[in-house]
Nanobody, 126 residues
Framework: QVQLVESGGGLVQAGASLRLSCSAS????????MGWFRQTPGKEREFVAR????????LYTDSVKGRFTISRDNAKNTVSLQMNNLKYEDTAVYFC???????????????????WGQGTQVTVSI
């Protein structure tokens, strides 16, 4: 069992930065790829970023490439999302997610993640 708790959301102006953090419980954190998703009302949950078990590989959705950076600290059971140059369209609830112990061929699919946090709101004003 893995429990995930996000923090770091808030209200910022366009162009500002925020850093989201996700703290994980359990002993399998380092064995799981980790991801960030986001969701706005009336829309499906959208893939944002993913990081491999070791932290050596990362994957991003096109709209955040060059602005967002995902990282992890396996010693501290944490994964972070550094968000720079925020845009109005980044406004959403952001969720941390833990992938399975077995590798998947669909890292962008929410169905491939086994555990989810409760979400943290990010609001970007124009």
């Amino acid at each position: 069992q893995v429990q995930l708790v996000e923090s770091g959301g808030g209200l910022v102006q366009a162009g500002a930065s925020l850093r989201l953090s996700c703290s994980a419980s359990g002993r399998t954190f380092s064995q799981r790829p980790m991801g960030w998703f986001r969701q706005t009302p009336g829309k499906e949950r959208e893939f944002v970023a993913r990081i491999s078990r070791s932290g050596g590989l990362s994957l991003y959705t096109d709209s955040v490439k060059g602005r967002f950076t995902i990282s992890r600290d396996n010693a501290k059971n944490t994964v972070s999302l550094q968000m720079n140059n925020l845009k109005y369209e980044d406004t959403a609830v952001y969720f941390c997610a833990a992938g399975g112990l077995v590798s998947t061929a669909k890292p962008r699919n929410s169905s491939d993640y086994e555990y989810w946090g409760q979400g943290t709101q990010v609001t970007v004003s124009i």
